[in-house]
C-alpha cells in the first residue's frame, strides 16, 4: 500500500503494532542563520498568497531548511520525491529523505534511509504523520536494524512537528515550531541530521 494511501497513525497501527507516546524527546537548541537566509524567509512569508500551492511552501520554506542544514553534514544524502520500496505494502516516494551517503553508483541506490520528511498537504497533520509513520517503517525495515533510530518530519513549511521510531515504539516530541522560532528549527533539524550522522557509517 503506497505511503500516501495511509490517512491516520492508527491506520498505521492496525497494520503494524507499535508503541506510541509523546514527549519531549529533542533537546532546547538555537542556532543562529545567516542574514541572506532570513532575507529569503522574509521575502517569501511577506509575498506569499493564500492561493499559493503546497509546492510554494516545499519549495520556499521546508526545501531551503534542509538543504541549508544538509551542508554542515556531509556524510549524509538528501533525496527529493525518490521512490522508496521495501514491499507491496510499504512504498511511494516520501517528499524528502536522508540517507547515508554514496560515493559510488551500486545496485541499491538509496543506503541506510535515516529521516523522512512529510509535507502537511492543506495543513492535515493527521494524514501527515499517517504518511510519515509508514514511511519511517519502510525505513526501518529496509535498514534492517531495530537498533537503528529513524527519524520523521511533518511540516507545511510554516509549522514543524518531529517524531521517531526506535525499535518498536514511535515518539512524537511534545512541542511543535513556526516560522517564527526559525532558528529553533534550524538548531532541532541540526541535532537530528547529527544524530543521523552517527548512524551513517
Not at 536494524?145 to 511534545?174: C, P, Q
Request: hydrophobic residues 40%; charged residues 25%; aromatic residues 14%.
Amino acid at each position: 500500500m503506497a505511503f500516501s494511501k495511509f490517512k491516520h497513525i492508527n491506520q498505521v497501527l492496525k497494520r503494524y503494532p507499535l508503541k506510541v507516546k509523546q514527549e519531549k524527546f529533542l533537546p532546547e537548541v538555537s542556532l543562529d542563520l545567516p542574514e541572506w537566509f532570513m532575507d529569503n524567509l522574509k521575502f517569501s512569508l511577506d509575498h506569499q498568497s493564500p492561493y499559493q500551492s503546497e509546492m510554494f511552501f516545499r519549495e520556499s520554506f521546508i526545501f531551503p531548511f534542509l538543504q541549508l542544514v544538509w551542508k554542515r553534514h556531509p556524510k549524509l544524502e538528501l533525496w527529493s520525491n525518490q521512490a522508496i520500496t521495501y514491499d507491496d505494502q510499504l512504498f511511494g516516494e516520501p517528499d524528502y529523505l536522508i540517507s547515508a551517503w554514496r560515493d559510488e553508483i551500486v545496485e541499491k541506490l538509496i543506503s541506510r534511509p535515516l529521516l523522512a520528511v512529510t509535507a502537511a498537504k492543506k495543513q492535515d497533520f493527521e494524514t501527515g504523520w499517517g504518511q510519515c509513520l509508514a514511511e519511517l517503517i519502510a525505513c526501518q525495515k529496509i535498514n534492517q536494524d531495530d537498533n537503528l533510530t529513524v527519524y520523521g518530519i511533518v511540516s507545511t513549511g510554516i509549522l514543524w512537528e518531529f517524531g521517531k521510531l526506535s525499535g518498536n515504539l514511535f515518539t512524537r516530541h511534545s512541542f511543535s515550531y513556526t516560522m517564527t522560532e526559525a532558528q529553533k528549527i534550524f538548531g532541532l533539524l541540526d541535532y537530528i541530521f547529527s544524530e543521523c550522522e552517527k548512524q551513517a557509517s
